[in-house]
């Protein structure tokens, strides 16, 4: 019995650190030593969803290391195992095989476009989109569309108070420990432009998270997102952060900050899901077809 209960308390602390063990090989760029890492979880505990939330993850370090055709592979044997799990269980009822199929999707669309199959990266796209309800699927693949379509298109969920003005979009969320990272930058940003001629605006959402709290209502996430904000971004000053859902599905925010320029005319003229230093805003903040006078 003691024998059985420490093998089930080894495969159980496995199971819990299999993907950030997988992430952290791969944030190194070792993607050999995360696939036999992934590879050894996976002979242990075949078709599960922890399986293939690590596999999803060897699947995107493949891609953007640059090797498409190795990361199909890998989203194709996502694909099988999640097939099978779907069959008995909701995507939203299971974390693993949530961060699996979106980023099985995601990988595997931005692997085509790499190959230079970038239309039909899109049609894949858009005919997964409504199959999926869970916020955390549909901004990744939100996301993934904006990345290969929205640059040089209308903004959506232009609020129309920022129409006739560049807009700079800072999505956040209260959890997100880069978003703080980029506090900084836009801090040079807004002290150099005159709010006039570049309007910045922090939309954010609800994500169900108060630290401490299992089931948060509404309301008490709303106090622990000001809450966030006045410790954290408070270089920003007065800098607008209105929770607003229909902008963060739109703009396809997930586990990074969102960065996106608009100008006057409401076009986007930069999507990234990504940091930037306060130079890198400068750069395309300069290029804006209008120009932008500093203070």
């Not at 903004?155 to 700079?168: E, F, H, I, M, S």
């Given at each position: ?25 791969l944030s190194a760029g070792d993607l050999t030593s995360a696939d036999a890492t992934a590879a050894d979880f ?254």
């Amino acid at each position: 019995m003691r024998l059985f209960t420490g093998l089930f308390l080894l495969a159980t602390a496995a199971s819990a650190a299999v993907v950030a063990d997988v992430r952290g090989k791969l944030s190194a760029g070792d993607l050999t030593s995360a696939d036999a890492t992934a590879a050894d979880f996976c002979a242990a505990q075949p078709g599960t969803s922890e399986c293939a939330a690590a596999l999803s993850w060897l699947a995107r370090g493949a891609q953007m290391l640059g090797q498409p055709v190795v990361a199909l592979d890998y989203v194709a044997r996502v694909r099988a195992i999640t097939a099978q799990i779907l069959t008995r269980t909701k995507v939203e009822d299971d974390a693993f095989l949530l961060t699996a199929v979106g980023a099985s999707i995601e990988t595997r669309a931005r692997a085509m476009a790499d190959r230079g199959q970038r239309d039909r990266a899109i049609k894949l796209l858009k005919e997964e989109l409504p199959n999926w309800k869970p916020y955390g699927i549909r901004a990744r693949i939100q996301k993934t569309l904006n990345v290969l379509t929205l640059e040089g298109q209308p903004a959506p969920a232009l609020d129309p108070a920022w129409q006739g003005k560049p807009v700079l979009l800072f999505l956040w969320a209260h959890w997100c420990g880069d978003c703080k990272a980029q506090v900084a930058a836009l801090a040079q940003i807004r002290a150099k432009y005159n709010p006039e001629r570049l309007t910045i605006v922090a939309p954010t959402r609800r994500y169900g998270t108060v630290p401490g709290v299992e089931k948060p209502t509404e309301a008490q996430e709303d106090v622990q997102i000001a809450k966030v904000w006045q410790e954290s971004y408070a270089a920003l000053g007065d800098t607008p952060h209105p929770i607003d859902d229909a902008a963060m599905e739109a703009y396809g925010v997930t586990s990074t900050p969102t960065i996106v320029l608009i100008d006057r005319q409401g076009i986007v003229r930069l999507y990234r899901p990504s940091r930037f230093s306060a130079a890198e805003l400068e750069k395309y903040i300069s290029a804006l077809p209008s120009g932008l006078r500093t203070r």
